[in-house]
């Protein structure tokens, strides 16, 4: 594998990473062997991912996958029934050859904010720096703009209805809480946070669905 440098793929106007063109424009001048993992690694989270998703047959979603090595690297490790989207096309048929020999996984394209799946269908619901992309605005970050926050409320409503009722929401993100906690605020459940990392730190969101939205 390949891994992009975030030198070599950093746009020149941040809010790009909002952008479906931006990432089919990215995957296109991308080789199928070029990896991407926004934050850690599953080495890195396997301590974390294996506390919150004990069961590994459990039915777990990947919002945004990208060509990150995550659900490959989960799937090696004993976790089957993962099923990827992104919603660039180019992406996720490279994903699809490149895990040829995975073939319990599942690579779909969609938007994470109109999931096509029936209400409660998963057990767990990761989003590894999805979220952040989305969050990419020119705006003051302490008071986002209506469009940002729509479009991050649409995210999470979505994992909401998709979740089973005790099914797990991570979130691995670089958002310090007092940014992230206000959008990811539900009645359904109750939001814990495990600070990752030393001079720079991440956070290791886990929500899980105690009550039914439907």
């Given at each position: 594998?390949?891994?992009?440098?975030?030198?070599?793929?950093?746009?020149?106007?941040?809010?790009a990473y909002k952008t479906k063109e931006y990432w089919e424009e990215r995957y296109q001048n991308e080789t199928s062997e070029t990896t991407f993992d926004?934050?850690?690694?599953?080495?890195?989270?396997?301590?974390?991912l294996r506390e919150?998703?004990?069961?590994?047959d459990a039915s777990i979603l990947m919002l945004?996958?990208?060509?990150?090595t995550l659900g490959e690297d989960m799937y090696k490790d004993g976790y089957k029934n993962i099923t990827n989207i992104d919603y660039s096309k180019t992406v996720i048929d490279i994903m699809k050859a490149r895990c040829e020999d995975m073939p319990e996984?599942?690579?779909?394209?969609?938007?994470?904010?109109?999931l096509k799946f029936p209400n409660e269908s998963f057990d767990v619901v990761i989003d590894k720096g999805t979220m952040d992309a989305l969050m990419c605005d020119?705006?003051?970050?302490?008071?986002?703009?209506e469009e940002l926050i729509a479009e991050v409320k649409a995210e999470v409503d979505e994992v909401v209805?998709?979740?089973?009722?005790?099914?797990?929401?991570l979130y691995i993100t670089f958002g310090q809480p007092h940014f992230r906690r206000r959008h990811l605020q539900r009645d359904c459940w109750e939001i814990n946070i495990k600070?990752?990392?030393?001079?720079?730190?991440?956070?290791?969101?886990?929500?899980k669905k105690e009550k039914s939205t439907h």
């Open positions: 594998m390949v891994a992009s440098t975030s030198l070599d793929v950093v746009p020149d106007d941040p809010t926004w934050f850690k690694t599953y080495d890195e989270l396997k301590p974390l919150f998703i004990p069961n590994q945004g996958c990208g060509n990150s996984m599942k690579w779909l394209e969609m938007d994470i904010r109109d020119r705006g003051d970050v302490w008071d986002p703009s209805r998709v979740t089973k009722l005790g099914g797990m929401f600070t990752l990392g030393e001079a720079f730190h991440y956070f290791f969101y886990t929500m």
